[in-house]
């Protein structure tokens, strides 16, 4: 069992930048793929973004060039880096880790919000 408690989230402005941080309660370094997923009043969660254990990353087409996400695996921590926030940037934020049994860990979200 992983537990994972995000941190960071709040009001911005547009244009703005947040870091989100991830804790996990123990290693992530066995974990395969740590990512930030999202959810918008009234939409459907979505990805945006994962790093695998190899150091491969994905990210969703909207948050190319302006999100950026980083692992830190000797303190069990993800961080999503968010630049030139946008007003449909404004979601909950959620942590998730993937293990390769298909085996999947969720925090319990923070809020975004990005005012125009």
């Known amino acids: 069992q992983v537990q994972l408690v995000e941190s960071g989230g709040g009001l911005v402005q547009a244009g703005g930048s947040l870091r989100l941080s991830c804790a996990a309660s123990r290693s992530i370094f066995s974990i395969n793929v740590m990512g930030w997923y999202r959810q918008a009043p009234g939409k459907q969660r979505e990805l945006v973004a994962i790093?695998?254990?190899?150091?491969?990353?994905n990210y969703a087409d909207s948050v190319k060039g302006r999100f950026t996400i980083s692992r830190d695996n000797t303190k069990n921590t993800v961080y999503l880096q968010m630049n030139s926030l946008k007003p449909e940037d404004t979601a909950v934020y959620y942590c998730?880790?993937?293990?390769?049994?298909?085996?999947?860990?969720w925090g319990k979200g923070t809020l975004i919000t990005v005012s125009s």
């Open positions: 790093k695998t254990s190899g150091g491969s990353t």
């Open positions: 998730n880790a993937a293990r390769s049994n298909g085996v999947n860990y």
